[in-house]
Antibody, heavy 121, light 107 residues
Framework: QVHLVESGGGVVQPGKSLRLSCAGS????????MHWVRQTPGKGLEWVAA????????HYADKVKGRFTISRDNSRDTLYLQMTRLRADDTALYYC??????????????WGQGTLVTVSS | ENVLTQFPGIVSSSPGESVTLSCKAS???????LAWYQQRSGLAPRLLMY???ARAAGIPDRFSGRGSGTDFTLTISRLEPEDFAVYYC?????????FGQGTRVEI
């Protein structure tokens, strides 16, 4: 059974940094592309970043480009999202999601339970 | 950007009945890459349908998707108590695409 567990969320001041982690189990982590997707009450679901199974292909939403960095450590079955220069509108519940296969199909097959990031002074 | 608009925003129904949710794209969808997710209260979204009409693993056949071009629907037959949730359509494929704003199915 696929299991994704996010961690690292919290309350942070604007302009500060935070790193999220997502631990995968129940599947061959290194065989799948992975994503970060966030959700806010006002704006619904929003894709944030994607990384292919081997890490060679990476994409970001325009809103976070230059501020967020997605990475993965397949030896640790873990996905990361390094968030810098955080803004109030980055406040959201952040989910990691597994794609369909090793290449980016952009389909969110399985989701973690989410970790809440609140950016506030 | 291909914008997805879902309607109605909220639909009220009862267990045993059927509902049909709509998702309209602002531009024609030629790839067939249209998915639906279910989000129960307090839980993460769950993939229901992909490729317009294919059910994800473990999804009962009470759920069915159809459509083409700009108009897509998700029909839930014989509503069960656990089906009362928010449903999102999602255009995916060569990029993360966009999500609709969701339709809430309530009792």
């Amino acid at each position: 059974q696929v299991h994704l567990v996010e961690s690292g969320g919290g309350v942070v001041q604007p302009g500060k940094s935070l790193r999220l982690s997502c631990a995968g189990s129940g599947f061959t982590f290194g065989g799948y592309s992975m994503h970060w997707v966030r959700q806010t009450p006002g704006k619904g679901l929003e894709w944030v970043a994607a990384i292919s199974s081997d890490g060679d292909e990476i994409h970001y939403a325009d809103k976070v480009k230059g501020r967020f960095t997605i990475s993965r450590d397949n030896s640790r079955d873990t996905l990361y999202l390094q968030m810098t220069r955080l803004r109030a509108d980055d406040t959201a519940l952040y989910y990691c999601a597994r794609d369909l296969r090793s290449f980016l199909d952009w389909l969110f097959m399985d989701w973690g339970q989410g970790t809440l990031v609140t950016v506030s002074s | 950007e291909n914008v997805l608009t879902q309607f109605p925003g909220i639909v009220s129904s009862s267990p045993g009945e059927s509902v049909t949710l709509s998702c309209k794209a602002s531009q024609g969808v030629t790839s067939g890459h249209l998915a639906w997710y279910q989000q129960r209260s307090g839980l993460a979204p769950r993939l229901l349908m992909y490729g317009i009409a294919a059910r994800a693993a473990g999804i009962p056949d009470r759920f069915s998707g159809r459509g083409s071009g700009t108009d897509f629907t998700l029909t839930i037959s014989r509503l069960e108590p656990e089906d009362f949730a928010v449903y999102y359509c999602h255009l995916y494929g060569d990029s993360a695409g966009t999500f609709g704003q969701g339709t809430r199915v309530e009792i």
